[in-house]
């Protein structure tokens, strides 16, 4: 078997594997905070909620790259201030706030 077929095989398998399993809410994420955040937001939520906690998430473990990354994030934080004190405890590794 070449290497063509091979990886054409792989690929279908993998495929296969994934066929009817949507991906996590946020998938390959090291947060079970924001897995848990993300899979329990109610409909009630504005829009982009879940978009926003994954970039606020981001902003607090990876941190910002320029002003308007910083713009953004304080905005972030403002709106979402439990969530950020929730984020923030995680990455410092003081776990979750009761």
């Known amino acids: 078997m070449g290497l063509y077929e091979r990886l054409l095989e ?14 996590g809410a946020f998938y390959g994420s090291d947060s079970t905070l924001l897995e848990r955040r993300l899979a329990d937001a109610s409909e009630d939520r504005p829009p982009g909620y879940r978009g926003d906690l994954r970039l606020l998430h981001r902003y607090v473990n990876e941190g910002v790259r320029g002003q308007g990354d910083a713009y953004r994030f304080h905005g972030l934080k403002a709106r979402y201030r439990e969530e950020y004190a929730e984020l923030a405890a995680e990455a410092r590794g003081q ?4």
């Open 95 to 98: 776990g979750e706030i009761p």
């Open 10 to 23: 792989e690929r279908v398998q993998e495929e296969e594997r994934r066929r009817g399993r949507p991906l």
